[in-house]
Structure formats: C-alpha cells, structure tokens
C-alpha cells in the first residue's frame, strides 16, 4: 500500500506541472487582462493582421472601447409596421461568452429578443470586385438557442452618398447577405447577392441553392461555429462551415431567380387557332352499344338472402337523449330555439347485435354496368399541345461576369430574432483565403480545442498526458498492477486457523497409514482401558466371595483362571 501511494503522488505531482506550464503560457501571451484569471489550457491573445494592404475589414471584439468607437448602433425605424415595433432598439453589448472559454476572448453580443436591432461599421476601405477573389468570415455562437430568427451579415453597398449608418435598416442597400437562419423547422445557410440589371439599372435578389448539409445541429447545439463565403472572379463560390464546404457552385447556375434572363420568350398576343385538336384519344365512332347493357340497373341491390340476426332489438333505438344532460343557464329559447338533449348510444344495444328498424344489407349488383361509352381509339387530327410562338425578350441580357456586385463599403448585422444572447466574433473580410485561415487558427480553433479540452473525460486527460510524458506507462502498469495482486492476495490468502485445522488433518491421515496411534485414538483407548479394569476388579470380588463359598474343586478354579486372561486380554 506505501508503494501505491508514492506512485499516485507521483501522478498527481507530473499532472500539476503540466497544469503549471499551461498557466504560465497563458499569463504571459494574455495582454487584455491582466487581473487574476481561473486556469485555462489553450493560451490566447488578440489577433493581429500583418498584411493589412489584403484586409478590408478585421474585428475581434477583444477592445470594448475601441468597438464603441468604430460600430454603429443604429437609431432607424422600419416602414409599414405600428409605430411601437418599428424602432430598432435592440440591445448590443460587448462581454465575454456564457460559457467560460479563452481568457481575454469576448464578442459582440445581441442581449434581447423580439426587437428589431441594427449595427454596423466601416470597412477599411472599400472592397471592388475586379480580379481578386473575396472571402468574408465570422463566428456564431447561438448561446441561448435559436427559435426564430436569424444570425447573418451584410455587406452594405457603396452609394453615391456618404453611409449615414445610424440610419441603417432593411431597406438599405446591400451587395451579400451571408449566414445562418431558422424559424420553426426550417433551417437555412443564406447566401443571398443583389444583381443590377444592365439595362434599367433594378436590382433583384439572387438565392443561393440550399447546402449539401443537414444544419439542424450546427445552428441547435449552442457552440460557436465558422462561416466562410469564398467568391472568385470566375464566378464560383464556395462555403464553409468549421472549414468543411457544405456549398459550392456558379454564379449563374446556382441561383434563383436565374442572373440571366431567356432570350426569347411566349408571345402574349399569339391565340390558339380554333380547330386545332389537342385531344390525343377520341371515342371510337363506329362503337355501338351492345344489346344486353342495361344501363338503369343498379350498382347494388338488396341481399335477399339476408335475414334478421337473432336477439335484434326492434322496440329500442340506436341512439337516445341524454338523460343526465341540463339545459345550459345562458340558454335562450327565443334565440337558440326549443333545447333537447344530445343523443348518446342507447346502453340496451350494447350487447344486442343492433337496434332499431331491421333493414336487409345491400350487396353489389351483378347485372350493373353503369353508362356505357365508346372505347377510345388515337385521334388522326391530334395536333399536339397548343403553344404559343416563341419571340424575342425585349428584357433579355447576358451578364457573363455576375461576381463584379456592387462594390462594398461597410458590414452590419440588421436581424429580428426570437432568441437572445447572440454572439458574434472575429469578422475578416479579405482578398486572401490563407489569411482567413491564419485568423481562424488563432481565434476559431483554439476556442473549439477549450471547450474540446473541457469536455475530456478524466481518461482522455491523462491520455494526453501520457504522450507528453511516456514513461507514465510503466507508472500506471505498476499502479494498477499493485492493486490488482493487493486484492487476489487478500482474495485467496489461506488463514491462521484453515492452516492449522489443514495440518492437523494431515498428520492424523499420515498416522493412520503407518499405524500410529492418534491423540483422539489414544485417548479413546484408555478410556475403554479403564472401564474394564474397574469392571474386572468387581469380577475379582465376586469371584472371591464365590470361592468361598464353593467347593476347592479344581475344574471351576480352571474356568475362572481362563475368563479373567480373556478379560486382560
């Protein structure tokens, strides 16, 4: 037992100065707060942006000062809706998650439901789409769940006009809306791009075909996940969630209504010819109804085979007033007209095999044909489906190039949802995928290894320690194997007294083989030695007495001489 607790102490020191070092890393790389923080194994600082000439927009929330300085909430009312509900007053704040996770991580946070809530800021500098791909990426965290609402962003559009963001609400333009939505059981990954008809300069949104992927659990599992819209200049497009696509496609196949409008299209003016015949089959002219179809026979008759089952209550009816119903208090006969109870099943007929007026079933009839037509035959004047003439659209456009939108200026959250404590982090928007993978090792992965590491069972953390120290290995073989022989040895350890009983036994077995007298033997023996001793000195005194008595015949004298030696012996 003292060498089983030397090896657990060892255990427990070996885990605490792995624990030490962990915290060491993370005070020294966590420069936004400096007060005294519970213990956290994944090290996190802010991240920093080193190609800022390929980065329109990053924003890590970290900076509760610096965030109130840059985004904007807006102060807008919504049009067409009752004064009290059209006000954007939801409510942003920027803490920390609800659930513990990096030390000096925090988000932006929608705090309420059921309100209309709207900010947003300004890019850099605005993103153009000419021959450099853009990416956009952020993090959801729907920490209180999702019942109705949704958690995307847009990309404001670039107007003539400076952005007046205080008044940014859903009429505002916008070139991309991207991100997750749900209501009820309707689950969805927006990708949603304002399209400028070249030719009255309108704009129409385009819908994104839904993803490969079921979406259920990512938006109900309360964690925070990753969406990465990825847009080239050759008009495709992929998206990501938690750096897995689960969308991809065309600028001008995938979406709905499509970019391009058809070339030609129904002339309206065009009329169907009045002897064109789209009947593909006719009645047969020639048919002629047979002699024998009757056709007023009809499609069931009687069965007069049927007869009346026995026990049928004919005097009850099937159906009787209520006897416990009352008239209602309110009830006006004036208006609602004379009161009767509601029939209930009359209790008589309920083991009766029925009540009432017995009527015999009706069967099907076998004479009935019903109305007789003519079969039908191909028609010789089928001229197929009538259309009209194709002409040219007058609307038609090719647009080969959808991905040059409308150059953005600034990015927004604009949302209604149901749910609150909504949490947003680590927006960037940039022309450099690897950058974006850069920004998300930094933030995104290291909080899903927390909260991966807080959720580690007591034997996956030792796992993990046992491959940063190998020769924890023979440490636990030795601690489980002590154990494990400790407890067989205690099991199956004969005792004190078993032992002894067993030798006993033995030796008195080994006595009886070579004829040794035991102890029990023994003593049993002069225990019958004394007995018949003091049995045959009674013998000798009777015998004296007898003698005296007797004659000094010698043959008597020779018998008692004989019985005493059987005795002895």
């Known amino acids: 037992m003292k060498t089983l607790s030397i090896i657990l102490g060892l255990l427990l020191v070996l885990s605490s100065t792995s624990a030490n070092t962990d915290d060491d890393e993370a005070i020294v790389e966590t420069v936004q707060d400096e007060s005294p923080k519970p213990s956290v194994d ?289 009830w006006d006969t004036e208006m609602d007209g004379e009161w009767e109870p509601p029939l209930i099943d009359n209790p008589a007929c309920t083991s009766a095999p029925g009540c009432g007026a017995w009527e015999p079933p009706m069967i099907n009839n076998p004479l009935f044909k019903g109305k007789w037509k003519a079969p039908l035959i191909d028609n010789p004047n089928y001229k197929g489906k009538w259309r009209p003439k194709l002409i040219p659209n007058p609307d038609f456009f090719e647009d080969k190039n959808p991905f040059k939108m409308t150059t953005v200026e600034a990015v927004g959250f604009e949302l209604w949802s149901m749910s609150r404590d909504i949490l947003f982090d680590n927006i960037i928007i940039t022309e450099e995928l690897s950058i974006a993978q850069e920004w998300a090792a930094e933030t995104f992965e290291k909080k899903r290894q927390k909260i991966a590491k807080d959720s580690e069972s007591v034997i996956d953390k030792l796992a993990s320690l046992t491959v940063d120290y190998p020769i924890l290995w023979g440490v636990y073989i030795l601690a489980l194997g002590i154990p494990v022989v400790l407890i067989l040895y205690c099991l199956f350890k004969p005792s004190t007294t078993a032992k002894k009983e067993k030798e006993d036994l033995q030796r008195q077995a080994e006595k009886k083989k070579t004829d040794e007298l035991t102890e029990d033997v023994e003593e049993e023996n002069e225990e019958v030695g004394a007995a018949a001793e003091q049995e045959e000195g009674e013998q000798d005194a009777e015998e004296e007495v007898e003698d005296e008595s007797s004659s000094t015949s010698e043959k008597p004298q020779e018998e008692n001489a004989r019985k005493r030696k059987v005795r002895k012996e």
Request: hydrophobic share 30%; net charge negative.
């Open 42 to 330: 994944i090290p996190y600082k802010s991240p920093e942006i080193q190609q800022k000439n390929k980065v329109y927009f990053a924003e890590h929330f970290d900076d509760p000062a610096k965030v109130d300085k840059t985004w904007v909430r807006s102060e807008a009312k919504k049009e067409d809706i009752s004064e009290d509900i059209a006000k954007y007053d939801g409510v942003w704040k920027v803490e920390k998650p609800q659930r513990e996770g990096l030390v000096g991580d925090l988000g932006l946070v929608l705090k309420t439901h059921a309100k209309h809530a709207a900010i947003s800021s300004v890019l850099s500098r605005p993103f153009v789409f000419k021959d450099k791909p853009l990416i956009v990426q952020y993090e959801v965290t729907l920490q209180d769940g999702q019942q109705c609402g949704g958690a995307y962003l847009k990309l404001l559009s670039k107007t003539s006009q400076s952005p007046n963001l205080k008044q940014f609400h859903d009429k505002t333009p916008y070139t991309i809306m991207f991100g997750p939505d749900k209501c009820g059981g309707d689950f969805k990954l927006h990708f949603i791009f304002n399209h400028r008809n070249p030719l009255n300069g309108s704009l129409e949104e385009k819908h994104c075909k839904k993803p490969d992927q079921r979406l259920e659990d990512i938006i109900n599992d309360k964690n925070p996940h990753l969406y990465t819209l990825i847009l080239k200049p050759d008009n495709t497009f992929e998206i990501l969630i938690d750096n897995k696509v689960v969308n991809s496609g065309h600028l001008l196949d995938d979406f709905t209504p499509a970019v391009n409008p058809p070339a030609e299209i129904d002339d309206v003016t065009d009329k169907k010819p009045e002897d064109w015949d789209e009947r593909e089959k006719i009645p047969d002219p020639t048919a002629t109804k047979p002699d024998d179809w009757d056709e007023e026979a009809p499609a069931q008759i009687i069965d007069e085979s049927a007869t009346k089952p026995s026990g049928w209550l004919d005097n009850e009816q099937p159906h009787i007033p209520d006897p416990d119903a009352k008239k209602p208090s309110d």
